[in-house]
């Protein structure tokens, strides 16, 4: 069964850094890529970044200068940091499963299959 | 950017037929998946590459378009659908729509 859990510290100080793990199941992170995917109270969803299964990552433009996903392929764990927090920043951090379709014998990622129930962050003093 | 807009919202009857539009600022070939969030949970999957059914996902649900013109369909709707649906692009870095919230009357 496909699992995905994330955890962290829901309140974090402005200017601080948020740090949040998510820890899967039932597949494995060289078999399978990871995003990243928040979503502020009440609106949309934002892409963060993806860490493939070869442990390289890809980052929102947006985000880049402040963004890290690594992970621990052992604890079957990947992890997101980010810093200089602020409001704006205020989320339900989601870890998502990339499921990649073959479809005419070409490769397509970015399609999230499974995704975890998600971490609510806060940022206050 | 891609940009994808969507309505943001409609009501519909249990046993009618809903169709969900969702538009890109450019092309994005058949590059284009469709998720339902229900209040307080996590996405999911329902279409992907624009009209495959994801696994588990009921038949009622399915997709079309291609280029910059997608539609999600449900029919008929019934009340366990009352969900906001997603559009997201994968032609380049990941972008989702706003978001069409579906209530069932």
């Known amino acids: 069964q496909v699992q995905l859990k994330e955890s962290g510290p829901g309140l974090v100080q402005p200017s601080q850094t948020l740090s949040l793990t998510c820890t899967v199941s039932?597949?494995?992170?060289?078999?399978?890529?990871v995003h990243w995917v928040r979503q502020p109270t009440g609106k949309g969803l934002e892409w963060m970044g993806v860490i493939w299964t070869g442990g390289s990552t890809d980052y929102n433009s947006a985000l880049k200068s402040r963004l890290s996903i690594s992970r621990d392929t052992s604890k079957s764990q990947v992890f997101l940091k980010m810093n200089s927090l602020q409001t704006e920043d205020i989320a339900t951090y989601y870890c998502a499963r990339d499921s990649g379709y073959y479809y005419d014998g070409t490769y397509y990622p970015y399609v999230m299959d499974a995704w975890g129930q998600g971490a609510s962050v806060t940022v206050s003093s | 950017d891609t940009v994808l807009t969507q309505s943001p919202a409609l009501a519909v009857s249990p046993g009618e037929r809903v169709t969900i539009s969702c538009r890109a600022s450019?092309?994005?070939?058949?590059?284009m998946h469709w998720y339902q969030q229900k209040p307080g949970q996590q996405p999911k999957l329902l279409i992907y590459l624009a009209s495959n059914l994801e696994s588990g996902v009921p038949a009622r649900f399915s997709g079309s378009g291609s280029g910059t013109d997608f539609t999600l369909t449900i029919d008929p709707v019934e009340a366990d659908d009352t969900a906001t649906y997603y559009c997201q692009q994968s032609w380049n870095d990941p972008t989702f729509g706003s978001g069409t919230k579906l209530e069932i009357k």
């Open positions: 039932g597949f494995s992170l060289t078999s399978y890529n």
């Open positions: 450019e092309s994005v070939s058949t590059l």
